[in-house]
């Protein structure tokens, strides 16, 4: 007793001491009064004796009683602390609300985490406040509620609505509500929310997509069926479990299985390219008509149907969850139609079979073109086996077909050319012509054209003979795919007729200029001297006789040099004549070359000095050699005039005379107006003058520009030639006449 007192809550352990000593109190009285005679204390110590035995045998219960209400009390503390945790810590929100919807209670963090709002933001708030417009009066109107309150106790309710976030934002939750009573006897109701915005985002997504689905399927350009193979699955599993293992063999045995089994399909949806396809008004009519299979009736199958629909139920069986096939079926008006079919299960219903789309394109077309392809393949052999151009089919870069002209104009068999693959050719095809053969092939195999015509190129036959040939091609279809149709003619007499005729025109050409140029050139050669002689003579005429030789001897000079210079250009015109008709013939002597020169030198020593030209002549000793002694001076006089006249007043001319064991040099150099590399192309050139008018140069312009030219030639004929060289304009210019004494010996 002592013990369990002890282990009391302090206000009990009062109470028990207070009775305890009552107790005493009530026996130590009785005990007194047991000694005293009186009148009626034995009743009183008997009663006394009652109580204090009803205390001894009350005690332990209070005690007990005590005991279990303060183990209570701890459990009960321990389950809030436990329910304020889990509330806290929840994922969900969980409020309570009073009758007139107002928040009582709402676990914090949760609030916080999701909707940003602490206790004091909502505690005493109306929730209808934070709810969407439109979700307040939907939810009000479908349950009949007021947003002031409510009374009944019996509620509970689930729904789906936004609510404001403190941002402003508006979050999809899922709340469930139950009414209950308090301990104070009022109605309140407890609210737990969920976030479902990700639930919500993917139930729209799914709508998408089916609404995509549907769109695409309703819209696709082929044909459609959505159809349920669950009953014929079923069907497959109850054989198999009735121990039937070979279906090939089953159905051999027992045709009518496979009508039993197509029958068992049933066909859910079809688009609109079926309806087209199959000529039906409507999709109720076409899915009435198709599913009446199910009960034996009336269908649109052909015999060929039901045998393809065999190999599809034993593809099936076997695992495969796809069956391609093409195959001829009727529409609805018995019309005959070729059809491609492929029927697909749906991934995920592998093991139902619920779900399986069968696809349909229309193929009649496609198919009627290739019995027409084939009927005219023979005609088409027939025709190019007897032509005279080369013929082939090229698909997928193999050769399929190449007729016999085609094997004689390469000079290979048509067995070694089967072979043969596109790139193959390039090791026959000229080299010249290889890369744009090689980006014809590319751009035809990139699409960027489809048809080829006039593509020339050369190509080396078996035999090593270069031959030119010339392309032709377009796109087909062949055998159900695309290819093309290739011309190959042999044009090598064409095109060397064409280069022939490419040669002549520029001959033609050439002479044509040459003779407009001739034409220029000779006038005005001509005029010029023929203007001067013929003032000179007008002058004579007009003079008395009395006048002096020594007035009248200058008009004489100019009339000689213009004959001169007439005479010189017929000379060249005659030379010219000579050399291209190979009628150019030379004397050859042994001549001592500084008696040319020295005579060249002083024939033109006048001219030198007209210009103020100095002449620098460096003549070692006497060099003989085997030449033309009246063409060669003719050489040498015209380079140097040449030099003299196109150098400047008060330049330098330098002629140097070389010789060596092997070669002899007459080397003519200026201090003029120098020569660029188009200048030195066109010097030796027929009337290749260089013309230097408006540069303000001042430099002797005559002359038709046929001495250089002849001048080549005679050097040549002696077995030299001559160089030139010049660093550019203004930088002078070096004549060199090269002569070979070796053939001066072989001479």
């Known amino acids: 007793m002592i013990i369990k007192l002890y282990r009391m809550e302090r206000s009990a352990k009062h109470a028990t001491i207070i009775v305890f000593l009552i107790s005493a109190l009530f026996a130590a009285v009785s005990t007194v009064l047991s000694y005293f005679p009186l009148p009626g204390m034995w009743e009183l110590s008997y009663v006394a004796t009652i109580i204090l035995s009803a205390i001894y045998f009350i005690l332990p219960i209070i005690i007990f009683l005590e005991e ?48 940003g709002y602490s206790n004091d933001q909502l505690i005493g708030k109306n929730v209808w406040e934070l709810v969407h417009p439109e979700d307040v ?25 936004r609510i404001k976030h403190k941002n402003g934002t508006y979050i999809w939750m899922e709340y469930t509500s139950k009414v209950f009573v308090s301990s104070e006897g009022t109605p309140k109701v407890i609210v737990i929310t969920r976030d479902i915005t990700d639930r919500k985002k993917a139930v729209e997504v799914l709508k998408e ?42 159905f051999d045995d027992k045709p009518d299985e496979v009508i039993r089994c197509m029958s068992k399909v049933k066909l859910v949806d079809v688009n609109r390219k079926a309806l087209e396809v199959y000529k039906f008004n409507n999709k109720e009519d076409f899915i009435i008509k198709m599913n009446q299979l199910r009960e034996g009736k009336g269908n649109i ?45 749906v991934p995920g219903f592998e093991s139902t079979w619920s779900k399986v789309i069968v696809s349909i394109i229309d193929i009649t077309a496609r198919k009627l073109a290739e019995q027409r392809l084939k009927e005219s393949e023979e005609k088409f052999r027939t025709i190019t086996e007897q032509s005279f151009i080369g013929v082939i089919i090229e698909q997928d870069f193999m050769l399929k077909y190449i007729n016999h002209q085609f094997s004689i ?19 026959i095809i000229h080299l010249d012509d290889v890369d744009r053969f090689k980006k014809l092939i590319d751009d035809m195999t990139k699409g960027t054209f489809a048809n080829i015509t006039n593509f020339q190129f050369r190509l080396f036959k078996k035999t090593g003979e270069v031959i030119w040939l010339e392309l032709f091609s377009r796109k087909i279809m062949y055998k159900s795919g695309s290819a093309n149709l290739i011309f190959i003619m042999d044009i090598t007499e064409k095109r060397e007729s064409e280069q022939l005729i490419l040669e002549e025109n520029k001959k033609l050409v050439e002479l044509d200029n040459l003779r407009g140029e001739l034409i220029t050139r000779i006038s005005h050669e001509l005029r010029t001297p023929l203007t001067s002689m013929y003032a000179a003579s007008q002058i004579l005429l007009g003079s008395n006789q009395e006048d002096s030789i020594r007035k009248i001897m200058p008009y004489i000079e100019i009339s000689h040099r213009g004959s001169t210079r007439l ?71 015209n380079i140097l005039s040449n030099a003299i006249k196109n150098t400047p007043p008060k330049g330098m001319v330098f002629l140097t005379l070389n010789e060596t064991d092997d070669y002899i040099d007459i080397i003519i150099k200026d201090t003029g107006v120098g020569l660029v590399q188009e200048e030195k192309n066109k010097l030796f050139q027929k009337f290749g003058k260089i013309e230097r008018y408006g540069m303000g140069l001042d430099v ?25 060289e010049s660093e550019g304009k203004n930088k002078g210019s070096t004549f060199i006449i090269h002569l070979n004494k070796i053939i001066d010996k072989f001479q």
Request: proline share 1%; with cysteine; charged share 30%.
């Open 209 to 250: 997509s089916e609404e995509k689905y549907h769109s695409l399927f309703e819209n696709s350009p082929i044909t459609l069926m959505d159809q349920d193979f669950s009953e014929i699955k079923r069907y497959f599993n109850h054989l198999k479990a009735s121990g039937i293992n070979d279906f090939k063999k089953y």
């Open 567 to 637: 005479r010189e250009l017929v000379e060249n015109l005659l030379d010219t004549s000579r050399i291209e008709n190979r009628k150019f013939e030379l004397k050859y002597s042994n001549v001592n070359i500084n008696t040319i020169i020295n005579d060249c030198v002083k024939e033109l020593n006048y001219l030198a000095d007209n210009r103020q030209i100095t002449l620098n002549v460096n003549l070692t000793m006497d060099v003989y050699f085997k030449l033309d002694k009246y063409r060669f001076p003719q050489v040498v006089s």
């Open 68 to 115: 279990k209400l303060a183990k209570s009390k701890i459990k009960v503390k321990e389950s809030e602390e436990k329910y304020r945790l889990i509330s806290e810590n929840a994922n969900d929100l969980i409020a309570i609300l009073n009758d007139k919807y107002e928040y009582e209670y709402i676990n914090e963090q949760a609030y916080l985490r999701f909707l």
């Open 700 to 724: 002797d312009i005559e002359g038709a520009g046929l001495g250089l030219y002849i001048s080549k030639e005679i050097v040549e004929l002696h077995g030299g030639q001559i160089i030139v």
């Open 137 to 161: 009066e939907r939810i009000v109107s479908s349950q009949q509620l007021s947003t002031d309150g409510f009374q009944d106790v019996d509620g509970e309710d689930k729904e789906e609505l």
């Open 301 to 345: 199958m052909t015999e060929e149907v039901f045998l393809d629909n065999k190999m599809e139920m034993l593809s099936l069986i076997n695992g495969d969850t796809m069956y391609e096939s093409e195959i001829v079926t009727k529409t609805s008006t018995g019309e005959t139609i070729s059809i491609y079919a492929k029927t697909s299960i």
């Open 409 to 427: 104009i390469l000079g290979y068999t048509s067995e070694e050319l089967f072979n043969w693959r596109i790139s193959d050719f390039y090791e």
